[in-house]
């Protein structure tokens, strides 16, 4: 199902909801449409590094 996350503008609410197509999202706090969506499916995802592993042995040990 099409659920995604939407913000509003109006009172800084944060909420998810179905959208089918160009419905217009209203708030279910204050009912306002001034709502954007939010990315959560690419979201990043803080409190984490990644790290790219650009070797191939994979053993951890460093080679001089
Ligand atoms: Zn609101």
């Given at each position: 199902?099409?659920?995604?996350?939407?913000?509003?503008?109006?009172?800084?609410?944060?909420?998810?909801?179905?959208?089918?197509?160009?419905?217009?999202?209203?708030?279910?706090?204050?009912?306002?449409?001034?709502?954007?969506?939010?990315?959560s499916?690419?979201?990043?995802?803080?409190?984490?590094?990644?790290?790219a592993?650009?070797?191939?042995?994979?053993?951890?040990?460093?080679?001089?």
């Amino acid at each position: 199902m099409p659920i995604y996350e939407y913000h509003c503008a109006a009172c800084g609410s944060d909420f998810e909801t179905l959208v089918f197509g160009q419905a217009t999202v209203l708030c279910p706090s204050c009912e306002s449409a001034e709502s954007t969506r939010r990315l959560s499916l690419f979201g990043f995802r803080s409190g984490g590094t990644f790290v790219a592993s650009a070797g191939g042995c994979g053993c951890g040990a460093s080679h001089g």
